[in-house]
């Protein structure tokens, strides 16, 4: 069975990086699979040439996926302890309050929606986020609305 596309332009990926004159990628190529052009390569063929350019130094996924797997990946950086909104945070906040008009419960409400049931932001992230949600609803004109009424029953 053939290779895939991501797989031939991993072998072409290959060559490129490792600086191979066509003469000595041609080489490799019957050396190591038999096959004139890495379009006849099979699976068996391709493994061979991709250990023969990981001898040479070329360090390309085998199955010709260029991303990362999930589990290959470093962790997301985390909330350190400690780390409290900044001052710049906390004035934008109330800049983006004072531009809404909403006072009160109305604040600790949307506060408690964005920030993990907190009343007010307690890390660097959570400010982040709160400061983008009041931000978009700056832009949407919740200024000029009226407050949501509550439904009957709830």
């Not at 800049?95 to 604040?107: A, S």
Request: charged letters at 30%.
């Amino acid at each position: 069975m053939a290779i895939s596309r991501q797989q031939l332009a991993l072998i072409h990926v290959g060559k490129k990086s490792l600086h191979l004159d066509d003469e000595t990628y041609r080489d490799i190529l019957h050396v190591q699979a038999g096959v004139a052009t890495a379009k006849d390569l099979d699976h068996k063929g391709l493994e061979a040439v991709l250990a023969r350019f990981a001898e040479l130094g070329f360090a390309g996924r085998p199955d010709g996926n260029r991303r990362t797997p999930r589990s290959a990946r470093p962790p997301a950086p985390q909330d350190v302890t400690g780390e409290l909104p900044t001052p710049g945070q906390q004035g934008m906040i109330s800049h983006l309050w004072q531009d809404l008009g909403w006072r009160g419960e109305r604040r600790i409400e949307m506060t408690k929606r964005v920030c993990a049931g907190h009343a007010w932001p307690q890390t660097r992230t959570e400010a982040a986020a709160l400061i983008e949600a009041l931000k978009s609803m700056v832009r949407r004109g919740y200024d000029q609305r009226t407050p949501r009424r509550k439904r009957a029953g709830g």
